[in-house]
């Protein structure tokens, strides 16, 4: 289940300096799955040796690394697919172009459609909605959680009107 949460944050008005304080959504981190555990829930979902799921994925990393390292790009099946590109200085002259330029290369990666279909798909919670009490510090106040039911006016508790932001729910303070 993905896990969000509404925060109140300082956010600059497009063409000026001048910022408002709105609520924005803020996805929380469900912690991170080891490679262990990765091989354990494929042995277990598929009755294949832990140790052959083992050598199956090293062999799996090793071919994408030593294939972008070669400059391809590596698509995995429904998953996505692996690129390298290069992050650079431009330069004015054409004696000065070359290598020097290059600043870092890095691997991005674009998640096919299904995939990102699967994650869309995934049961939703809101945790809360909470309201700054001291941004620089880090410190929120929580003033509300979300029903899964009824109509929302996208407005906080305790603040009055708003306009239609297209949740699902009731703020209950």
Do not use: W
């Amino acid at each position: 289940m993905l896990k969000i949460r509404a925060e109140q944050r300082p956010i600059t008005k497009i063409g000026t300096s001048e910022k408002e304080l709105r609520y924005a959504l803020q996805l929380l981190s469900s912690g991170q799955i080891s490679e262990k555990e990765v091989v354990k829930f494929c042995s277990k979902h598929t009755n294949i040796p832990q140790a052959t799921v083992r050598a199956v994925l090293d062999s799996c990393c090793q071919t994408i690394e030593y294939h972008l390292a070669l400059g391809y790009s590596v698509k995995l099946g429904d998953v996505g697919t692996f690129y390298p590109t290069i992050s650079y200085k431009s330069v004015h002259s054409n004696t000065d172009a070359g290598l020097a330029q290059l600043e870092n290369v890095n691997i991005r990666f674009r998640p096919n459609s299904s995939l990102i279909e699967v994650v869309n798909k995934a049961e939703k919670e809101l945790t809360g909605v909470y309201k700054i009490v001291d941004y620089e510090k880090g410190f929120y106040e929580e003033v509300g959680t979300r029903k899964l039911d009824g109509n929302d006016n996208g407005t906080p508790p305790g603040e009055s009107g708003g306009n239609n932001n297209g949740g699902s729910g009731d703020l209950v303070g």
